[in-house]
């Protein structure tokens, strides 16, 4: 263990376990779907956290999208068309 993490772990009040941080990577791993098809190959921590930034990454870029879309058919929709109505309600789900 290094030093380093040993000093964090004496200056935080609560202290977390390495059997707690190879669960809480494991459910990462689970919750990737880059990583979920490799479940049974052991994969390090460190792979699982570039993969997480990465998917979180994804999910950004896809949320912005998204977004841009939306924007652009709310602009040009009628807001009293059926079209408006529709995306009104999608979105009040």
Do not use: F, W
């Amino acid at each position: 263990m290094s030093s380093r993490r040993s000093r964090s772990r004496q200056s935080s009040g609560s202290r977390i376990t390495d059997d707690q941080i190879i669960d809480l990577v494991s459910k990462l791993q689970r919750l990737i779907p880059e990583l979920r098809a490799r479940r049974s190959d052991k994969v390090s921590a460190s792979k699982v956290l570039q993969e997480t930034c990465n998917y979180i990454r994804n999910l950004h870029r896809e949320v912005d999208g998204l977004s841009d879309r939306l924007s652009q058919l709310l602009a040009s929709a009628d807001t009293d068309s059926d079209q408006a109505a529709i995306i009104r309600s999608l979105l009040m789900e």
